[in-house]
């Protein structure tokens, strides 16, 4: 079981910033892939940025130029800094792990979400 520990969400006003954490931890073998996807309410849950291991990154048209991801493998924890908020960025996020947990299983792990609220 992998377990995921999401923190950093809050109340934040337009234009302001937020760093949010998630730090894994349980049968991790290797992590392929660490990531932030979000929801907001009436919405699809949708990806806004993903790090490989091997520092590659993708992020979503919506959040490029404003968040940054980040990784230290050391401590298995994924990063999002996340600058210039706006209010459509309101919503839970939830951070996911990918990858191996032994030689023959892998792991897509979820954690519980913490909330982005971005209002005046």
């Known amino acids: 079981q992998v377990q995921l520990v999401e923190s950093g969400g809050g109340l934040v006003q337009p234009g302001g910033s937020l760093r949010l954490s998630c730090a894994a931890s349980g049968r991790i073998f290797r992590v392929d892939f660490m990531g932030w996807y979000r929801q907001a309410p009436g919405k699809e849950r949708e990806l806004v940025a993903v790090i490989s291991s091997e520092g590659s990154k993708t992020d979503a048209d919506s959040v490029k130029g404003r968040f940054t991801i980040a990784r230290d493998k050391a401590k298995n924890t994924v990063y999002l800094q996340m600058n210039s908020l706006r209010p459509e960025d309101t919503a839970l996020y939830y951070c996911?792990?990918?990858?191996?947990?032994?030689?023959?299983?892998?792991?897509?792990?979820w954690g519980q979400g913490t909330r982005v609220t971005v209002s005046s």
């Open positions: 996911n792990v990918k990858g191996p947990i032994s030689v023959t299983s892998r792991v897509d792990s």
